[in-house]
């Protein structure tokens, strides 16, 4: 799991190890030279040392080009085959491994070379067929950060408590935004990668992977990722949650009830707040679902409130709810669903970025990266999903793993492990990390960008009509018929619409009658018993008035 535990890299060694299938990359301790590799007619004889200039090798060179944004490409970016593995190894055979800068935006291919090594294979599955991209879902998202944090300012006293806590004070530096705009979302959701474990998600956006791993979420939330405290789920105890509620099931409605409520300030307030905020923010379940027990024991003690590492906790929820949206759509799209993440593809792929966020130039450079840019202001709620298609289009300039700035790296170093090392022979989500992160090169999956971009095939009425309209722009009569055919399909439009209208208003209409009806017959009702009433009213005064005279006389 990236940021847990850590995995060991499989040392060098100074023998080559045998294998059946294509050779792979062993670097021998002996050999360190760097040497590029020989005519081809040249392979499997002994090589000769060659000379450096300086006491600096040629892959020496090659690394620190590609530390300044200038990877070799070719030959020059080849790493040597150590001899005995040339001897023992089958022929190997050549790959194409198309290499692009991160700090470039050349959308050329013709820039990727043969190389002699072989770059991780493509995935075999991923959740959906790429005949779904096209297709819209809305994401409903259950965590309600703007309202929750508004409620909590208004608490002049508690919020200090939640500015000045290490994580939790990142969601009150957020740009005020009403709505999260989560189509991008959805549209990395649609190119999910089938994979085993739960140690990351992997998405796969024209032919290129991308991570979203612990450090992924780190960097972009800021919230604590180290391991779990000891007997973590023992912490606190239920005496507040039972003092207030008692033993009965506890949603966050019930919360902010009581929250509203306690108009005092107090140390209960504070832990209400904190539970009202837990429940709303890091767990983000449905407001009418039972809250998780762990967090109505932990706001017992506010100190472990402090120290746990909620960032752990955020990260394995995000990946068993990506894992349950998955097999709950089963590779359909649907027309809604409910996902609650910080997955955010606007900073892994720039052209996304540009179009779609801007920077705020305030942001401190200790905040994580969701307090540092926002979405250009728009009338509209949310980004159409061609629009977004549009805007990165067929671009391989994409970031598969998030690099940290120099102040990011401080904010890292202070909320995570070291990223651990990766086996280039484990799973398919360590080969793909050694490749990434060990050779520091990109990965490209021809196939896979190939069927990317035919899948986006999008049948709108407005890009119907705007072709119509150029195709007879020449023409006042093709002018007058396209006009005459809009206006047909609008008064069709209008008269469903109104047909719509009528039936409801006739509908309730129907009811209106039916209750002055019934109103009515009550009325007629009620005039009948007060006419007997009345009447017995009568009968009774008038045999009081005999009475009376009887006992007179």
């Known amino acids: 799991m990236a940021g847990r535990g850590g995995k060991t890299k499989s040392g060098r060694s100074s023998r080559a190890q045998k294998s059946d299938g294509p050779a792979v990359e062993v670097l021998s301790e002996e050999n360190t030279s760097d040497d590029l590799p020989e005519h081809p007619s040249k392979r499997g004889q002994k090589r000769s040392r060659p000379a450096t200039r300086g006491g600096v090798s040629s892959r020496t060179r090659a690394r620190k080009a590609v530390s300044y944004g200038n990877e070799p490409v070719g030959d020059d970016a080849v790493e040597e085959e150590s001899p005995r593995v040339q001897k023992e190894s089958a022929p190997m055979r050549d790959t194409n491994v198309a290499s692009f800068s991160l700090d470039t935006e050349s959308e050329d291919m013709s820039a990727a070379v043969s190389s002699k090594e072989s770059q991780p294979s493509q995935p075999l599955e991923l959740y959906f067929k790429s005949t779904e991209y096209p297709k819209t879902c809305k994401i409903q998202s259950k965590c309600k950060l703007k309202d929750t944090v508004d409620l909590i300012k208004g608490l002049k006293e508690e919020v200090a408590w939640f500015t000045s806590h290490p994580q939790f004070c990142h969601f009150f530096h957020m740009p005020d935004e009403e709505f999260r705009k989560l189509q991008g979302m959805w549209m990395l959701l649609l190119r999910t990668i089938k994979i085993e474990g739960e140690d990351a998600a992997w998405f796969g956006v024209n032919g290129v992977p991308i991570r979203y791993s612990m450090r992924e979420h780190a960097l972009i ?102 894992k349950h949206v998955m097999k709950r759509l089963d590779g359909e799209v649907t027309t809604a669903t409910s996902f609650n993440g910080f997955i955010i593809p606007l900073e892994c792929i720039p052209k996304l970025g540009k179009k779609f966020r801007i920077s705020l130039p305030g942001a401190s450079g200790d905040c994580p990266r969701m307090c540092k840019s926002r979405f250009i202001h728009t009338s509209m709620k949310g980004y159409p999903l061609e629009d977004i298609y549009d805007a990165f289009g067929n671009t391989k300039t994409i970031h598969s793993v998030l690099v940290p700035t120099v102040d990011e790296q401080t904010l890292l170093a202070r909320i995570i492990d070291p990223e651990p090392e990766y086996h280039r022979e484990g799973s398919k989500s360590d080969r793909w990390n050694h490749w990434l992160n060990v050779k520091q090169k990109k990965i490209w999956w021809k196939e896979l960008y190939e069927s990317d971009i035919a899948a986006r095939v999008f049948t709108k009425k407005k890009d119907k009509e705007k072709v119509m309209i150029e195709a007879g722009s020449s023409s006042n009569v093709g002018m007058e018929s396209i006009l005459k055919g809009l206006e047909e399909r609008m008064v069709k439009v209008m008269e469903e619409g109104f047909s719509g209208i009528n039936l409801t208003v006739d509908t309730k209409l129907e009811a209106m009658y039916w209750t002055l009806d019934e109103l009515e017959k009550s009325q007629r009702v009620l005039k009948a018993k007060y006419k007997k009433i009345e009447k017995r009213l009568a009968s009774i005064e008038e045999e009081k008035g005999h009475e009376d005279v009887e006992f007179r006389q």
């Not at 966050?252 to 108009?263: A, G, P, Y």
């Not at 009202?276 to 923010?281: M, T």
């Open 221 to 322: 939330s800021g919230l604590d990722c180290h391991e779990y405290p000891r007997r973590y789920l023992e912490l606190g105890s239920t005496k507040f949650v039972e003092y207030y509620f008692g033993k009965k099931r506890i949603t966050i409605l019930n919360v902010e009830q009581k929250l509203r409520s306690m108009k005092q300030p107090c140390i209960d307030r504070l832990k209400m707040a904190v539970l009202f905020f837990l429940g709303r923010v890091i767990r983000g379940g449905k407001d009418s679902g039972p809250l998780d027990p762990f967090i109505l024991r932990i706001v017992e003690n506010l100190d472990d409130c402090i120290d746990f590492p909620w960032g752990r906790l955020t990260f394995e929820e995000a990946i068993k709810e990506l």
